[in-house]
């Protein structure tokens, strides 16, 4: 068996990642804002296909 990896994902995800935690938290007010900021920042994927389908009518 073959365990071959696509790393190119890995480098879309991460640097999706490192530009929406740099988004959210330079918009937090306070600590715990940013906190929240750094959370939604792991999970923007879910946030995009969600309103890809939703726009899309699926």
């Known amino acids: ?3 071959k990896t696509q790393h ?3 480098g879309v995800y991460g ?3 490192i530009g929406a935690a ?3 938290i330079s918009q937090a007010t306070g600590f715990w804002m940013g ?3 750094f959370l939604k ?3 923007w994927p879910v946030f995009l ?3 890809a389908f ?4 699926a």
């Open 49 to 51: 296909v969600y309103e």
């Open 22 to 24: 740099i988004y959210f």
């Open 35 to 37: 906190v929240l900021g």
């Open 54 to 57: 939703k726009s899309l009518g």
């Open 1 to 3: 068996m073959s365990n």
């Open 15 to 17: 640097l999706g990642f």
């Open 41 to 43: 920042a792991v999970v």
């Open 8 to 10: 190119g994902c890995n």
